[in-house]
């Protein structure tokens, strides 16, 4: 059977997919880590769509989503989503990230996209444990593609070799598990 959703090692900025997702923060306005690198490689354009999205909302709180163009990076939209900040598990943080993965999926699929990739949302700055991160990501994503979905293909997009390896083995137990 086809895989969904796949894992993939590098720099989310230079991957060829529809949608591109941010791990913004609520100001939309940039930010360091992926955001900063997503900026970088998109130029002004991007920051441009921020403020104007900004403008008519106001910020973004943790859990939500919002869309916008993608400047000079290859892919057509950019949807910039808001991680919690892992403040020991006891602030809804687990329901929060649960959120920000769906409504990116949500708000990919309103626009008719297809394939989309992600980064390991709130384990950079935000210190989200890795492990628990990875398996709400990939339960989150597995869940909403067994509902009606035009999305073909996500890619998980792991910087480091340990997020790459949760990621793998959480895959992997999926393909192993005859529910799916
Ligand atoms: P957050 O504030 O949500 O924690 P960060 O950007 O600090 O966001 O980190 C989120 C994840 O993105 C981390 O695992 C980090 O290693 C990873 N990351 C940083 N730069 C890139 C990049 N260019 N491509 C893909 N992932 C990246």
């Known amino acids: 059977m086809e895989q969904r959703m796949q894992v993939l090692q590098g720099d989310i900025t230079t991957l060829d997919v529809?949608?591109?997702?941010?791990a913004a923060n609520s100001s939309l306005l940039g930010g360091g880590g992926v955001d900063g690198a997503i900026h970088?490689?998109?130029g002004p354009a991007l920051l441009e769509a921020c403020r104007q999205v900004r403008q008519q909302q106001g910020e973004c709180p943790p859990g939500h989503a919002v869309i916008t163009t993608a400047g000079n990076l290859k892919a057509k939209a950019v949807?910039?989503?808001v991680g919690p900040v892992w403040r020991g598990g006891e602030e809804n943080e687990a329901r929060l990230l649960e959120d920000?993965?769906?409504n990116s999926l949500k708000l990919a699929d309103?626009?008719?996209y297809a394939t989309l990739a992600f980064p390991a949302i709130s384990t950079g700055?935000?210190?989200y444990p890795k492990a628990a991160a990875a398996e709400?990501?990939?339960n989150t994503v597995s869940d909403y593609l067994t509902h009606h979905s035009l999305l073909r293909q996500i890619y998980f997009v792991c910087y480091d070799d340990e997020t790459?390896?949760?990621y793998q083995r959480l895959l992997t137990q999926q393909g192993d598990d005859p529910a799916n």
């Open 136 to 138: 709400i990501a990939v």
């Open 40 to 42: 970088r490689a998109a």
């Open 125 to 127: 700055v935000y210190g």
């Open 110 to 112: 309103a626009n008719g």
């Open 164 to 166: 790459a390896r949760l």
């Open 100 to 102: 920000a993965y769906r």
């Open 79 to 81: 949807i910039h989503t």
């Open 18 to 22: 529809d949608v591109i997702v941010n």
